[in-house]
């Protein structure tokens, strides 16, 4: 099993920064680890989960969505099994429930967008930003 855990949302003011941590951890997380996929979505009420950002463990690809493009940066800390959203130039519309994922698979520049592709969640963590 791997486990998730989300830190780092807040209230900002629009135009302001967060960064979001996801520690994982779990024995099949550490023995595999490489191989990992890792995601950042969000959601709001009323809507579908949104793919934000992604990354493969080993660091061999990133994938943004357009709304995150130039603003925000995804990150791993594998010495510490940490991964990390920047946000930066926060707006309104950002404001959601950030979820950190993982997949234990290789996939395509699609596969990585689709939060049906991702076997572990975290719990979340609340995202406001303010105008």
């Known amino acids: 099993q791997v486990k998730l855990v989300e830190s780092g949302g807040g209230l900002v003011q629009a135009g302001g920064s967060l960064r979001l941590s996801c520690a994982a951890s779990?024995?099949?997380?550490?023995?595999?680890?490489?191989?990992?996929?890792m995601a950042w979505f969000r959601q709001v009420p009323g809507k579908e989960r949104e793919f934000v950002a992604a990354?493969?463990?080993?660091?061999?690809?990133?994938t943004y969505a357009d709304s995150a493009k130039g603003r925000f940066n995804i990150s791993r800390d594998n010495a510490n099994n940490t991964v990390w959203l920047q946000m930066n130039a926060l707006k309104p519309e950002d404001t959601a429930i950030y979820y950190c994922a993982a997949a234990p698979r290789s996939m395509t520049p699609t596969m990585r967008r689709i939060a049906n592709m991702y076997d572990y969640w975290g719990q979340g963590t609340q995202v406001t930003v303010s105008s």
């Open positions: 779990g024995r099949t997380f550490s023995s595999y680890a490489s191989r990992y996929g």
């Open positions: 990354t493969e463990w080993s660091g061999a690809w990133t």
